[in-house]
């Protein structure tokens, strides 16, 4: 994150100012940290929160300041609570928990958000009366099918047609792609790579924070951690889907194209980034917010869920209502999806 905050996408231009909050022992050893962001705006947090800054300000309210508690531009799950083990862990989260509720107060902000916290921090949140809201994204699921090829097996034959069409017609177009590594990537190749990233914000209108020097460290610092699939036509990079990995997770981020390839999105997006987990053994990939055609490629309905601290006693009655009945429609909506996933039938 300091990287992000040096270079300004979780800078205050963007509208993210840092005030972690660090725990320390009597000896002043760091045995807990809550990264938190004073926020300005809703840009890159994916907490989905527009209505409510919607609903603020028709009943007279101000919704910004808040705070957020995430990985900037990064909707992905973790811990955020982070503690070290021990008898002491719980005592610790929640002085961290009371921390931030404490800030509100002193930024005279609206609320207090966590977003996409793991099992175990999202247990303390709600024990600390944090609501708790509901979402979907799309999963890929490591099933131990060993290679690409015998991840199709495991799909309806209609739609392993399907797969196998797009990737070929992909092949047949010219395009050479390749996998690279962040450290593999030499630093005078991120402006070309750079601006198909931004062309996809300026097709949508949107802003694209990251700099050409912001990839640059980010890939010297992460090394392996950072995944890039490119497609290139006559040695010149035509399309990018940059990626970031765990041991066991490959997060999906960022994709641009300078050109009209047919089925090329879901081949460098999803395609690659499958065949990279099975390679790599890792277990999950997780492409992004959104995304229902996510679904026919094999990418699981899955509910997430973030966590909020609303201060204003009334907004707090009216957010929680919302929330309850958003529940049940988020899991009715995960079972709908998930009848139109394309793996085969037993008897088939």
């Known amino acids: 994150?300091?990287?992000?905050?040096?270079?300004?996408?979780?800078?205050?231009?963007?509208g993210w100012i840092a005030c972690h909050l660090v725990a320390r022992d009597t000896q002043g050893s760091v045995v807990g940290m809550l990264p938190l962001y004073l926020r300005f705006n809703s840009h890159g947090d994916f907490i989905h929160d527009w209505s409510w800054a919607s609903a603020y300000r028709q009943l007279g309210r101000v919704y910004y300041p808040k705070l957020l508690s995430g990985l900037p531009h990064t909707p992905a799950g973790g811990p955020r609570l982070l503690v070290i083990d021990g008898q002491g862990a719980s005592a610790i989260r929640q002085l961290l928990i009371a921390g931030a509720q404490s800030l509100v107060d002193?930024?005279?902000?609206?609320?207090?958000?966590?977003?996409?916290?793991?099992?175990?921090?999202?247990m303390a949140?709600?024990?600390?009366?944090?609501?708790?809201?509901?979402?979907?994204q799309f999963?890929?699921?490591?099933?131990?099918?060993?290679?690409?090829?015998?991840?199709?097996?495991?799909f309806a034959a209609d739609k392993r047609r399907k797969v196998r069409a797009e990737r070929r017609r992909v092949c047949e177009s010219g395009l050479i792609i390749e996998?690279?590594?962040?450290?593999?990537?030499?630093?005078?190749?991120?402006?070309?790579?750079?601006?198909?990233y931004a062309l996809t914000f300026e097709k949508f209108n949107n802003h694209a924070v990251f700099t050409p020097a912001c990839f640059a460290e980010l890939a010297q610092a992460l090394g392996r951690r950072m995944v890039l699939f490119i497609a290139r036509y006559a040695g010149r990079p035509v399309a990018l889907s940059l990626c970031f990995r765990s041991d066991t997770v490959l997060y999906g981020r960022y994709w641009g194209c300078s050109g009209n390839?047919?089925?090329?999105?879901?081949?460098?997006?999803?395609y690659q980034g499958i065949a990279y987990c099975l390679r790599e053994g890792l277990q999950r990939f997780e492409p992004g917010a959104g995304g229902e055609h996510k679904i026919s490629r094999g990418f699981t309905p899955t509910v997430?869920?973030?966590?909020?601290?609303?201060?204003d006693p009334a907004m707090r009655k009216l957010i929680a209502g919302h929330l309850e009945q958003q529940g049940s429609v988020?899991?009715?909506?995960?079972?709908?999806a998930a009848d139109h996933l394309p793996f085969r039938c037993e008897d088939e």
């Open 1 to 14: 994150m300091a990287i992000l905050e040096r270079h300004g996408p979780a800078g205050r231009e963007w």
């Open 106 to 122: 002193k930024y005279e902000a609206s609320s207090w958000h966590v977003a996409f916290p793991d099992s175990e921090s999202r």
């Open 125 to 136: 949140l709600q024990d600390a009366d944090l609501l708790i809201s509901h979402n979907v």
């Open 139 to 154: 999963h890929w699921l490591n099933n131990g099918c060993g290679d690409f090829d015998g991840y199709l097996a495991t």
């Open 179 to 196: 996998v690279r590594h962040g450290g593999d990537v030499d630093p005078a190749e991120w402006p070309d790579l750079h601006s198909l």
């Open 261 to 270: 390839y047919h089925s090329l999105h879901f081949e460098l997006c999803f």
């Open 304 to 311: 997430v869920h973030s966590a909020h601290w609303i201060a």
């Open 330 to 336: 988020i899991q009715a909506y995960r079972d709908e």
